[in-house]
């Protein structure tokens, strides 16, 4: 996707970051690494965990009001559990000055950007984004300024939005290292239900069934299967449900093929299990 120099306009000075966590502190960083003139703010609900991040240099100035610096941004960028990004996003705009704009990094698309199928403020407007980064790590303690270094960026525009404004989030992210890519919310949703909603249901049942005298055993291939079901569970609550009926659609193409390899043991059909996992390492290696 293209950023015409004409949609680079008016210059990005202030991005307020909301939930400077793994993400939003990222963000920072890149920021700071790639834009080091931008005025990094950050906004959260715990002032010594923010100034915390301030002292580290990432952050400029800090804010538990999030009307206070959104009124000074020319960029909003939501990194909170996609539950509170709606609420969030409707309370900023009240403050935002026109031509500001807003964006959010959550997993989930469709139902943040249903929400805002009109302009959430006068003169403002929202872009869904969801870069695919990240780690099971948590905190700005683990932030990583390269962390959106040549990984995709999808940008969820709806009809209603226009090119300025999602020609601006893309610059905003392709600015950070980002590849851009534009998908429709719903088509975002589904492939994210395949590609990362499900492994991370499927990693947690992994790592939900190992018992505790077997801890000991669980060497490199269960640590490498499970890593993401470290993930912080209340922020995977919220992206599973916003996201159930792709996950559950995405579950049942799972159930069947799992079927298919509970027959191929019950069987003890050697043949019908190695082409399962040939076709299962084919996949793996075209990655």
């Excluded at 992210?173 to 590609?195: C, F, I, K, Y």
């Excluded at 499900?198 to 505790?212: G, K, R």
């Excluded at 919220?238 to 159930?244: G, K, P, R, S």
Aim: charged share 20%.
């Amino acid at each position: 996707m293209s950023q015409p120099s004409e949609y680079l306009q008016p210059a990005i000075t202030t991005v307020a970051i909301v939930g400077v966590g793994l993400i939003g502190g990222s963000i920072a960083a890149a920021l700071k690494d790639r834009q080091p003139a931008v005025r990094v703010l950050g906004v959260g609900r715990d002032a010594r965990r923010l100034e915390v991040a301030r002292s580290r240099g990432l952050l400029d100035e800090a804010f538990v009001d999030l009307t206070a610096a959104a009124h000074m941004a020319d960029v909003v960028v939501f990194c909170t559990p996609v539950d509170r990004i709606v609420a969030g996003v409707r309370e900023a705009a009240t403050a935002c000055r026109p031509g500001a704009l807003l964006t959010d990094a959550g997993s989930v698309k469709r139902r943040i950007c249903d929400a805002f199928q009109e302009a959430p403020g006068t003169g403002v407007e929202f872009v869904g984004a969801h870069p695919l980064a990240g780690s099971e790590k948590q905190g700005f303690e683990a932030a990583d300024a390269a962390l959106f270094e040549n990984r995709v960026c999808v940008v969820t525009p709806t009809p209603q939005t226009t090119a300025r404004a999602a020609q601006r989030v893309a610059a905003f992210w392709a600015a950070l290292g980002a590849r851009v890519l534009e998908m429709s919310p719903a088509a975002h949703d589904l492939a994210l239900a395949q590609t990362s909603h499900l492994p991370h249901l499927t990693a947690a049942v992994l790592a939900a069934t190992l018992a505790a005298e077997n801890r000991g055993l669980a060497a490199s291939g269960f640590r490498d299967a499970t890593r993401i079901a470290a993930g912080d569970p209340n922020l995977w609550t919220a992206i599973l449900l916003q996201n159930a009926d792709d996950v559950l659609l995405s579950l049942a193409r799972y159930d069947q093929v799992l079927d298919q390899f509970r027959a191929a043991l019950l069987d003890r059909d050697a043949a019908a299990l190695n082409q399962l996992l040939q076709t299962a390492k084919s996949n793996r290696d075209a990655l």
